[in-house]
């Protein structure tokens, strides 16, 4: 539907004159055999005559930058007027736009080979700069000189890192010395736009490799890794360095941005909590409470939202925990974390295990344990948090309980159903409490 619609608005602005091209990521999806996400049109028409074409279906959102946003068919699209970008003093925006006269000055100016394509509305391709054999070839390549492009735009750097690693694509010889040798410029970005690059590049398919490859890259916003490189762990649990077990358990959890950060930060404490015994073994006592501690400066840092930063810095502290493998144990963490992040804890413990020694991969079959007993639990409609209680605040509230009493006694009658000396059934709860409040002295 979206090429669809977008055709009609290419059609309106070449019957009025003016030449125009799909540009960008929807023609290298296209050619991918992809359904692109968005259908960006490059066009000869200045903002002020898109408007005046589109009437109340144009909407001005950048027209500084030439580009006016049209309504069609319900959905939107964005058309930008053909240009050149001058110089960029702040590594992030071009200091003037210049409206170009052609579409091939316009595919000069972009990132990539494979972003650099044009497409007729009715499907002939315009490739002046090998696009379509770097699909072909599964590459990344900037366009003309990478060292130029980057300094344009920092953020260049990691988007090319994010290409590769959610397309699964090799950067080319002199894109990736480029990348290795202007890295520091990524100390320009703002925050918001590393961390949506960054999402996506975690859950890419060639993370591991792009990761491995490039950790000078990631250490210029996040130098709390830096240290990790090659950093020997000389434990019996572990066969890798610390930087390469991370990566590889950042690999083995489901590409979801919060169980991906939790697996890169995960261990970041150990450097500076690690002990030396007797025979040469290190430890890393209290290491999950210090890299949670970093994990929420990090992500704090990189203006994570919130929640997200919330659940991943939880997962981090729990991680190395031992929870007994039990409807007693199990129940209670449940009841701590919740059942989505006791799931993630479980997938967390999973992935960290199996980036360790082979021997040891019998941690595995525990995790695998303590999944069957939650579905057990839950199969058999077991209480696991306070929602689940068969009383709530009305029922203590009627009974004269206030404030903090409230939530202080549904704790106690939950810890009393989790572990089975009290049935979750609303005149045996109330009969608990009576009972209690009688002892009290």
Same mark, same amino acid.
């Given at each position: 539907?979206?090429?669809?619609?977008?055709?009609?608005?290419?059609?309106?602005?070449?019957?009025?004159?003016?030449?125009?091209?799909?540009?960008?990521?929807?023609?290298?999806?296209?050619?991918?055999?992809?359904?692109?996400?968005?259908?960006?049109?490059?066009?000869?028409?200045?903002?002020?005559?898109?408007?005046?074409?589109?009437?109340?279906?144009?909407?001005?959102?950048?027209?500084?930058?030439?580009?006016?946003?049209?309504?069609?068919?319900?959905?939107?699209?964005?058309?930008?007027?053909?240009?050149?970008?001058?110089?960029?003093?702040?590594?992030?925006?071009?200091?003037?736009?210049?409206?170009?006269?052609?579409?091939?000055?316009?595919?000069?100016?972009?990132?990539?080979?494979?972003?650099?394509?044009?497409?007729?509305?009715?499907?002939?391709?315009?490739?002046?700069?090998?696009?379509?054999?770097?699909?072909?070839?599964?590459?990344?390549?900037?366009?003309?000189?990478?060292?130029?492009?980057?300094?344009?735009?920092?953020?260049?750097?990691?988007?090319?890192?994010?290409?590769?690693?959610?397309?699964?694509?090799?950067?080319?010889?002199?894109?990736?010395?480029?990348?290795?040798?202007?890295?520091?410029?990524?100390?320009?970005?703002? #925050?918001? $736009?590393? *961390?949506? =690059?960054? @999402?996506?590049?975690?859950?890419?398919?060639?993370? &591991?490799?792009?990761?491995? !490859?490039?950790?000078?890259?990631?250490?210029?916003?996040?130098?709390?890794?830096?240290?990790?490189?090659?950093?020997?762990?000389?434990?019996?649990?572990?066969?890798?360095?610390?930087?390469?077990?991370?990566?590889?358990?950042?690999?083995?959890?489901?590409?979801?941005?919060?169980?991906?950060?939790?697996?890169?930060?995960?261990?970041?404490?150990?450097?500076?909590?690690?002990?030396?015994?007797?025979?040469?073994?290190?430890?890393?006592?209290?290491?999950?409470?210090?890299?949670?501690?970093?994990?929420?400066?990090?992500?704090?840092?990189?203006?994570?939202?919130?929640?997200?930063?919330?659940?991943?810095?939880?997962?981090?502290?729990?991680?190395?925990?031992?929870?007994?493998?039990?409807?007693?144990?199990?129940?209670? #963490?449940? $009841?701590? *974390?919740? =059942?989505? @992040?006791?799931?993630?804890?479980?997938?967390?413990? &999973?992935?960290?295990?199996? !980036?360790?020694?082979?021997?040891?991969?019998?941690?595995?079959?525990?995790?695998?344990?303590?999944?069957?007993?939650?579905?057990?639990?839950?199969?058999?409609?077991?209480?696991?948090?306070?929602?689940?209680?068969?009383?709530?605040?009305?029922?203590?509230?009627?009974?004269?309980?206030?404030?903090?009493?409230?939530?202080?006694?549904?704790?106690?009658?939950?810890?009393?159903?989790?572990?089975?000396?009290?049935?979750?059934?609303?005149?045996?709860?109330?009969?608990?409490?009576?009972?209690?409040?009688?002892?009290?002295?």
């Amino acid at each position: 539907m979206g090429r669809e619609q977008a055709t009609r608005i290419i059609e309106i602005l070449e019957k009025a004159g003016f030449p125009a091209y799909f540009v960008g990521g929807c023609v290298r999806d296209t050619l991918l055999g992809r359904e692109p996400e968005d259908w960006d049109i490059a066009s000869a028409a200045r903002p002020e005559q898109v408007m005046a074409l589109f009437g109340a279906d144009a909407l001005p959102t950048g027209c500084k930058h030439g580009t006016v946003t049209v309504k069609s068919g319900g959905e939107a699209f964005e058309v930008t007027t053909f240009r050149t970008d001058g110089r960029y003093s702040d590594g992030r925006h071009p200091d003037q736009v210049t409206f170009a006269g052609s579409i091939r000055e316009d595919l000069a100016r972009r990132d990539f080979t494979i972003n650099a394509m044009a497409m007729e509305k009715g499907g002939r391709i315009l490739d002046l700069y090998g696009g379509i054999s770097d699909l072909k070839g599964e590459t990344i390549r900037c366009v003309r000189n990478a060292r130029i492009r980057f300094e344009e735009d920092a953020l260049r750097i990691l988007r090319a890192l994010r290409f590769a690693a959610t397309l699964g694509f090799a950067i080319e010889p002199s894109t990736a010395d480029a990348i290795h040798r202007e890295a520091r410029l990524l100390e320009r970005v703002a #925050a918001e $736009r590393i *961390l949506a =690059e960054m @999402n996506k590049l975690l859950c890419g398919k060639g993370c &591991r490799e792009i990761l491995l !490859a490039y950790p000078d890259v990631l250490g210029v916003f996040l130098p709390e890794l830096l240290p990790c490189v090659g950093f020997d762990q000389r434990n019996i649990h572990h066969c890798y360095d610390l930087y390469t077990h991370t990566v590889l358990s950042v690999d083995s959890v489901a590409a979801e941005p919060v169980l991906r950060w939790t697996m890169l930060l995960h261990d970041i404490g150990k450097v500076n909590t690690f002990t030396e015994d007797e025979r040469g073994q290190m430890h890393f006592y209290g290491h999950p409470k210090v890299s949670a501690a970093m994990a929420e400066d990090i992500c704090t840092r990189l203006r994570m939202r919130k929640k997200d930063r919330e659940d991943i810095v939880t997962l981090i502290a729990w991680h190395d925990r031992d929870i007994p493998v039990t409807e007693k144990g199990i129940g209670s #963490a449940v $009841r701590a *974390l919740g =059942e989505e @992040n006791f799931r993630r804890l479980l997938a967390v413990k &999973r992935a960290d295990n199996r !980036a360790q020694a082979p021997e040891y991969r019998w941690v595995c079959q525990k995790v695998d344990r303590a999944e069957e007993i939650l579905e057990e639990l839950l199969r058999k409609k077991q209480c696991l948090c306070l929602k689940d209680l068969a009383v709530n605040g009305n029922d203590l509230l009627a009974l004269g309980y206030e404030g903090r009493e409230i939530g202080a006694a549904l704790e106690w009658l939950l810890e009393g159903v989790i572990a089975g000396e009290m049935d979750n059934k609303r005149d045996a709860l109330l009969a608990a409490l009576a009972k209690k409040n009688l002892l009290l002295p």
